[in-house]
């Protein structure tokens, strides 16, 4: 894998190239893709959001189970 850089939100950025094609800025990178490609995107981006979202979700309830059998072991 090539190197990897970190970028802040503000440095994404999209343009409009046409009927067709837009371009995504990543940082200094451009990109220039087709608008089903910027559907499959964005469809990705969703998924992964709410896959971590269940994620987060899934280790906060176990860390709340895990305080609540230490107290059931003291009483």
Request: with cysteine; hydrophobic share 45%.
């Amino acid at each position: 894998m090539k190197n990897s850089k970190f970028i802040e939100a503000e440095q994404i950025a999209f343009e409009e190239i046409s009927d067709s094609y837009a371009a995504l800025k990543l940082g200094e990178e451009k990109f220039v893709i087709d608008m089903d490609t910027l559907y499959d995107l964005a469809f990705r981006s969703a998924a992964f959001l709410a896959y971590l979202e269940n994620r987060e979700e899934e280790l906060a309830e176990a860390d709340g189970d895990e305080a609540v059998c230490a107290c059931k072991r003291v009483h």
